[in-house]
């Protein structure tokens, strides 16, 4: 079946440096990537979606020029947390949809938890 | 706004016996309804879905009635597995997404089966 890979699956890092996660697409092309926020406990936030070779659409509250996606080709997706803070450290999921998948057929990744320190 | 609650975890409960995990939503209009399942170190997998009032969505013996009268989506397992531990999350899809289906999740409830 369908897989993303999500690296890493885990990082540390010093607050005011940044922190690239990615996800690829292994066996399909992934027209839409979705990013996801989970705090202990609590839901996933939807972050922001991107479509392949556009500028990704942010949710209300999300700081674009602080978590930077790129999706410049459809087996790969970019989140980027800039000048990390420890209130950045979560759970971040991204979630995949394919060409000519089933519009609910999303495939996840694995999740990276960012500690911020 | 569409919004997703369900029960507060761990359920913690014995091989084969009966689980309910319930899920009530807030939304406009009639949004798809989702349980996803995470096994440890895994990503989410959809385990079931139901996109009208009274579709009953199933699989791997899990089951959930979509009822718009109590805007629930509970999920039920008659017999339940060691293998059946992980978090379930129910999720929705507005009717309206902007052109796109994004998915809003609830918290998540951890199921841990014992032998």
């Known amino acids: 079946g369908a897989v993303v890979s999500q690296h890493p699956s885990w990082v540390i890092c010093k607050s005011g440096t940044s922190v690239k996660i990615e996800c690829r697409s292994l066996?399909?092309?992934?027209?839409?990537m979705f990013w996801y926020r989970q705090f202990p406990k609590q839901s996933l936030m939807l972050m922001a979606t991107?479509?392949?070779?556009?500028?990704?659409?942010?949710e209300q509250g999300v700081e674009k020029d602080k978590f930077l996606i790129n999706h410049a080709s459809l087996t790969l997706s970019t989140l980027t947390v800039t000048s990390a803070h420890p209130e950045d450290s979560s759970f971040y999921i991204c979630?995949?949809?394919?060409?000519?998948?089933?519009?609910?057929?999303?495939?996840f990744g694995s999740g990276t938890r960012l500690t911020v320190v | 706004g569409n919004s997703v609650t369900q029960m507060e975890g761990p359920v913690t409960l014995s091989e084969e016996a009966f689980l309910t995990i319930n899920c009530t939503y807030t939304?406009?209009?009639?949004?798809?309804l989702f349980w996803y399942v995470q096994y440890p170190g895994e990503g989410l997998q959809l385990l079931l879905k139901a996109t009208k009032a009274d579709d009953k969505g199933s699989n791997k013996g899990f089951e959930a009635t979509y009822r718009k009268e109590t805007t629930s989506f509970h999920l039920e397992k008659g017999s339940v597995q060691v293998s059946d531990s992980a978090v379930y999350f129910c999720?929705?899809?507005?009717?309206?997404?902007?052109?796109?289906?994004?998915?809003?999740f609830g918290a998540g409830t951890r199921l841990a089966v014992h032998p």
């Open positions: 066996d399909f092309q992934a027209t839409t």
């Open positions: 979630s995949a949809l394919g060409q000519g998948t089933d519009n609910y057929g999303y495939t």
């Open positions: 939304a406009t209009g009639y949004p798809s």
């Open positions: 999720a929705l899809s507005p009717a309206f997404s902007g052109g796109y289906n994004k998915l809003i």
């Open positions: 991107s479509n392949e070779g556009s500028k990704a659409t942010y």
